[in-house]
Each structure stands twice: as structure tokens, then as C-alpha cells.
């Protein structure tokens, strides 16, 4: 292939790209205006601050999902990575380590717990879903088993006041969206790692034979999926002032959401950063709007999975006549 054709294929897979993003922002305003028209507490600002609060969290967890997913990975553990974070940042800050410490050794879990499941997938040759799932369980059990089954209760004001606070009229928690979401950009789309990303989802043997480094790059992926993870554990430990190892139960499953929604093949090597970003609040627009229509909350556990159902389904009709 002539470096002419490389390069005008690379700017229709960005231009393609960039228009689905913007066909998912069209989709998140007709919601919204919509739901204006509904109900008559969605545009005040205390639901909207609290629906960018709610998309957040998942936004960030669902941007470390997508790099696993671009590889033809899944991280299944994520949400128990958020729950057992909780339970190590709030153990650190009732024993009397500072804040910086207590960042640091939580992202530090994340980073342990991505070389893990990495081992697992290189060297003893497991499926992600096996690895993964044996974390989930195991991790909610740990967590259990070192709070005793109890709640660890955050006394720190300095480090729960963060959450609940806001700059320039935006709350802390979805600039900590933008603090992730820039870098994981660049670093996706126009850095050499993230070519080896989407090389390893696309073909892996190939890649292997292109001189990338497979074994490397599916350490990476893992890693920075947990590592998001342990960081959304520290904004939720924030949110809610306390460590429980059954936090986040099922945000797994709204991270893999909100990645599909966003345009990520689970078949490997398509995704973005910016469309699981606008992914994660149509979910969660999508949930706040049933609880304000007062719809039962078990619908919207249905309703998720037959989004997963059905843009799956697309992407393989797409794939076929691709």
C-alpha cells in the first residue's frame, strides 16, 4: 500500500470517526430536549450537576475498558476494582496517611492489578473473561474480607469535600473527565502505542510480525484499564465518604455499555476516546431520565442490554458488508 493510500485512509477513518462522535452529541441533545419537554425538574441545575456527577465516573471507567476492548480484550473486573479501592483509600486515610499518600498507593493497586490480569492473558495463556472474572470475585471477596463485611467510614473533610465542589461552574468530578480523557486521547490516536493498540486488536499475528510488540501492548491495555479504575475508586470513595467492597456493583457492565454505545467494536481494533465519553452520559441521561419519569429501575438494567444487543448486532452487519 503507497504512503498516498495509507494516508487517505487513515484521514476517512478519522473523518468517520469524528461523525459518528457527532451523530452520538446529536443523539445526547434530542435526549435532553426531549426530557426538557417531559418532566420539569431535568434542566434545573442541581439534576443536571448531579447527571454530569453520575455520567462521570463511568465515563472515566469506560475509556480504560475501551483499550482492553480495541485489542478483542474485556475487562470484566473494573467495577470490583472501583469497590475494592474504596475499601484501600478509606483504610489509608483512617489510619492516618495523608492524601497524597493514599492517591499514590491506590493507583499503585490498579496499576499491580493491570499486570496482573496481563500475566494471566500473556504468560499463562487465560482468556480475558476468565482473568478478569476470578479478579471480580476475588477482589469483592478481599475487600469484604478486610473491612469484616463492615463500612469504612471517610473522615477526611479535605478529601470528600473534593467531589462536591465544582470550578467555574462545572463539578470537580467531570473535570477529572477532561484530566483523563486529553491524554488517553493523545495517546490513542497520535502516539505510537495506541497504533500498536489498534494493530493488536486488528490482527495479532500480523502485528506480531510487523515487529510490535504484542506481549507489551496487551500489558499496557490491561493496566491502564485498572488504573482508571482505582482512580474512579478514589473519586467515588470521595463521593460517598466511605470504603465498602461492594461499591460500584455492575459498573462493568455500564463501562462496556457506554464503550459500545460510543462506537467500540467488540470484535477488536475500532474505538475511540471521545465517542465512550458521550457513551457514558447518554447512560446515564438515559438513567436519570427514568428515575425522573419514574420508571422502575430494574427497566433500565433491560434497557441497557438491549442497547448492548442491539449496536453489537450493527457492528457485526457492519462488518459483513465491510
Known amino acids: 500500500m503507497s504512503t498516498d493510500t495509507k494516508t487517505a485512509t487513515v484521514v476517512r477513518k478519522s473523518s468517520a470517526n469524528w461523525m459518528f462522535g ?5 443523539l445526547l441533545l434530542a435526549m435532553c430536549i426531549v426530557l426538557s419537554l417531559t418532566t420539569k425538574s431535568f434542566l434545573t441545575e442541581a439534576n443536571i450537576m448531579n447527571l454530569m456527577r453520575q455520567g462521570s465516573m463511568i465515563a472515566i ?3 480504560g475498558e475501551t483499550f ?16 475494592f479501592c474504596t475499601v484501600i483509600a478509606a ?29 494471566g492473558i ?3 495463556g487465560l482468556p480475558p473473561f476468565i482473568i478478569t472474572l476470578a479478579t471480580l470475585t476475588s477482589l469483592r471477596g478481599i475487600g469484604l474480607l478486610v473491612t469484616n463485611g463492615a463500612t469504612i467510614n471517610i473522615v477526611n473533610d479535605t478529601f470528600t469535600e473534593f467531589s462536591r465542589n465544582d470550578f467555574v461552574g462545572l463539578p470537580n468530578l467531570f473535570w477529572m473527565v477532561i484530566l483523563v480523557g486529553i491524554p488517553a486521547y493523545i495517546f490513542l490516536h497520535h502516539s505510537r502505542y495506541g497504533r500498536y493498540i489498534f494493530a493488536v486488536g486488528s490482527n495479532m499475528e500480523a502485528a506480531r510480525l510487523s ?29 460517598i465518604g466511605v470504603g465498602n467492597a461492594m461499591q460500584a456493583d455492575g459498573w462493568e457492565l455500564q463501562a462496556i455499555a457506554s464503550s459500545v454505545i460510543g462506537g467500540t467494536s467488540l470484535f477488536g481494533a475500532i474505538g475511540s476516546v471521545h465517542g465512550p465519553l458521550i457513551g457514558a452520559f447518554i447512560l ?7 428515575n425522573l419519569l ?10 441497557t442490554g438491549l442497547l448492548i444487543i442491539l449496536i453489537v448486532y450493527f457492528d457485526q452487519l457492519r462488518r459483513r458488508r465491510g
Not at 492516618?96 to 493491570?114: E, K, P, Q, W, Y
Not at 491495555?221 to 482512580?231: E, N, V
Not at 446515564?284 to 427514568?290: K, V
Open 68 to 83: 482492553v476492548i480495541i485489542t478483542t480484550g474485556i475487562d470484566l473486573s473494573v467495577g470490583a476494582v472501583v469497590g
Open 91 to 119: 483504610w489509608l486515610l483512617t489510619h492516618d496517611f495523608s492524601i497524597t499518600t493514599t492517591i499514590i498507593v491506590t493507583l499503585a493497586v490498579g496499576v499491580a492489578i493491570g499486570m496482573f490480569h496481563g500475566f
Open 22 to 26: 457527532l451523530t452520538l452529541i446529536g
Open 284 to 290: 446515564a441521561t438515559i438513567n436519570n431520565g427514568a
Open 211 to 239: 515487529g510490535v510488540n504484542v506481549k507489551l501492548t496487551v500489558y499496557l491495555a490491561y493496566t491502564l484499564s485498572s488504573t482508571c479504575a482505582a482512580f474512579v475508586g478514589l473519586l467515588l470513595a470521595a463521593r
Open 122 to 124: 500473556v504468560q499463562m
Open 61 to 63: 471507567l469506560a475509556v
Open 294 to 303: 419514574n420508571v422502575n429501575s430494574f427497566w433500565q438494567r433491560i434497557i
